[in-house]
C-alpha cells in the first residue's frame, strides 16, 4: 500500500525559509517521478513542481523558480521542498504525491504570516 508522509511545515515569518519532507512507502521510489502539490484555502491544488528518477529533470512552477527548489533522497525514499524567501501567498497546505493511482496523504500546512 502506497503511504505518503509529509512534514516539516509550519508557520514562518515572510521572508523565511522552510523544508519540507516526504517520506514515500509501498512502491520503488526510484523508479517513480514525484510531484509537490499544495492547496490555499478557498483555491484548487496546484502543482508545485516534480522530479523525476535519477534526478534526470526537475520542474518547478514559473512563479516559484529562484524560490524553491525540489530534491530526493533515493537511500530514503523522501522528496524535499527547500522554500526560500517565503510570501504570505505561499501560504497552503502542501501535499506530495507519487503513483497516480495513490491517494493524498494528510499535507503539512505551510502558513506564511507576520
Known amino acids: 500500500q502506497v503511504q505518503l508522509v509529509e512534514s516539516g511545515g509550519g508557520l514562518v515569518q515572510p521572508g523565511g525559509s522552510l523544508k519540507l519532507s516526504c517520506v514515500a512507502s509501498g512502491f520503488t521510489f526510484k523508479e517513480q517521478a514525484m510531484h509537490w502539490y499544495r492547496r490555499a484555502e478557498g483555491k484548487e491544488r496546484e502543482l508545485v513542481g516534480s522530479?523525476?528518477?535519477?534526478?534526470?529533470?526537475?520542474y518547478l512552477k514559473e512563479p516559484l523558480r529562484g524560490r524553491f527548489a525540489i530534491s530526493r533522497d533515493d537511500a530514503k525514499n523522501t522528496i524535499y521542498l527547500q522554500m526560500n524567501n517565503l510570501k504570505p501567498e505561499d501560504t497552503a497546505v502542501y501535499y506530495c504525491k507519487g503513483p497516480p493511482s495513490a491517494s493524498w496523504g494528510q499535507g503539512t500546512q505551510v502558513t506564511v504570516s507576520a
Open positions: 522530479i523525476y528518477p535519477g534526478d534526470t529533470y526537475t
